[in-house]
Each structure stands twice: as C-alpha cells, then as structure tokens.
C-alpha cells in the first residue's frame, strides 16, 4: 500500500518563500489525484491545491492563487507546494492526501503526517 511523506516545512519571516515536498512510496496504490491541505490550531482544515498526476492540470484555492503553485515530478513520485510571499496567517500543518479526482475530498488512507510552517512577521 502506498504512502505519502511530506517534507520541506519550517520556519520563515513574513515574504518569504518554502517548498514543500509530497512523496510517495508507492504510486501505484495512490490517487492519480493529490491535494494539499493546511490546518491552523484552532480552525477548520482548508483546500490549498491540487494536480493531477498524469496531466499536471492543477486547482487552487482562490485565496491562495498567485502566490501559492502546485507541481509534480512523475519521475520522483513527487508533487510539491512553492510557496512565495508568505504571511503569518500561512502558519499552519500542511498535509498531502490522494484525492477522489475532480473533488477535495481526500481518501481515507491516503493521508501524509503533515510537515508544519511558521511564517513570523
């Protein structure tokens, strides 16, 4: 069964920029489909982006268009998350997941750990 490893996550002074990291062990029993998603202590988890493996055709949370961009390394069985002028408020647990393409809803055991970003200002 696959799994999903993110990486990459840290902290940063307001402005500045991450790249976070989605590998997978195992592509072959992960959606062709994955998502980023961020939690905030205290809120509710919230849809970053998302791209299709095969494609690349990406989606984006409209909040985030512009500063946030999703890709993917077939090769290394990697999708990332480039993140640029970061802001406090960006502070958050982010995680990858398998998605049901064509939707956020992320399937049940295609979930990674989560790596955590802290944006200062």
């Known amino acids: 069964q696959g799994q999903l490893v993110e990486s990459g996550g840290g902290s940063v002074q307001a402005g500045g920029s991450l790249r976070l990291s989605c590998a997978a062990s195992e592509y072959t029993y992960i959606s062709n489909c994955i998502g980023w998603f961020r939690q905030a202590p205290g809120k509710e988890r919230e849809g970053v982006a998302t791209i299709y493996r095969d494609s690349g055709k990406t989606s984006y949370a409209d909040s985030l268009k512009g500063r946030f961009a999703i890709s993917r390394d077939s090769a290394k069985k990697t999708v990332y998350l480039d993140m640029n002028s970061l802001r406090p408020e960006d502070t958050a647990m982010y995680f990858c997941?398998?998605?049901?393409?064509?939707?956020?809803?992320?399937?049940?055991?295609?979930w990674g750990q989560g790596t955590q970003v802290t944006v200062s200002s």
């Open positions: 997941a398998g998605l049901f393409c064509g939707t956020w809803s992320a399937i049940q055991n295609q």
